[in-house]
């Protein structure tokens, strides 16, 4: 079977700085709207940047406390023009694999089945080791009515029992945006030369990522 491809470089891990860090008296979060497609609510501690990936509708960091966060986006209709049976498991088996794609003594358990805010998704986690350091990225996939999110937030083993309360709430907190699929159908029934897309096609291309700043 072809190998679908997500554009998943291991999201950079360039603003991973791995340092000491002390924990916050207090967390305040807010909710934002990002792009006009979802909301979610998000903790004061994280800033914005454009070092994770390039195709992120969202990139944050906080390199001193060793904490990362993307989603991403991919419309079912693409994925369904490359392969009509795609499906939402099918996402997160794919998102789990480019993850893999650059760590060492992996560990991946099966994800939960659930639904936020209404929507199906996947909640899973995934640890392995990156240039000798312990990473664990918390993984959520949530099928929209147009497109397929893909919520990923990573920190340092060591870090994760501080911050993994948060990185839940971040995840159970979006929501895709009302009038997102007003006037929008999903196309299913595809045209046969679409149905059979080129061995060489990807989703999108792969690209360069910034170097550590």
Not at 93 to 115: F, M, N, R
Request: proline fraction near 5%; charge should be negative; glycine fraction near 4%.
């Amino acid at each position: 079977m072809r190998r679908l491809r997500l554009v998943f470089p291991l999201l950079a891990l360039c603003g991973l700085c791995l340092s000491a860090c002390n924990s916050w008296t207090k967390v305040e979060f807010k909710e934002q709207e990002v792009s006009e497609l979802f909301k979610l609510e998000l903790p004061s501690y994280f800033k914005t940047t454009d070092a994770l990936n390039q195709e992120a509708e969202l990139q944050l960091q906080n390199s001193g406390k060793d904490l990362c966060m993307i989603v991403r986006k991919n419309s079912w209709n693409e994925l369904r023009m490359r392969r009509p049976d795609f499906v939402l498991e099918d996402y997160y088996d794919v998102s789990i694999e480019q993850l893999k794609a650059d760590l060492e003594k992996i560990d991946a358990p099966g994800p939960d089945s659930i639904s936020i805010n209404g929507l199906p998704a996947f909640l899973g986690t995934l640890s392995g080791n990156f240039k000798g350091d312990r990473l664990i990225f918390d993984i959520g996939i949530i099928a929209g009515e147009r497109y397929l999110y893909q919520l990923v937030l990573w920190t340092s083993e060591e870090e994760r029992p501080v911050y993994q309360a948060d990185f839940m709430r971040i995840i159970h907190s979006f929501e895709e945006m009302e009038d997102l699929t007003r006037n929008e159908e999903i196309q299913l029934d595809l045209p046969e030369q679409l149905s059979q897309p080129d061995s060489n096609q990807t989703l999108s291309q792969p690209q360069n990522m910034p170097s550590d700043q």
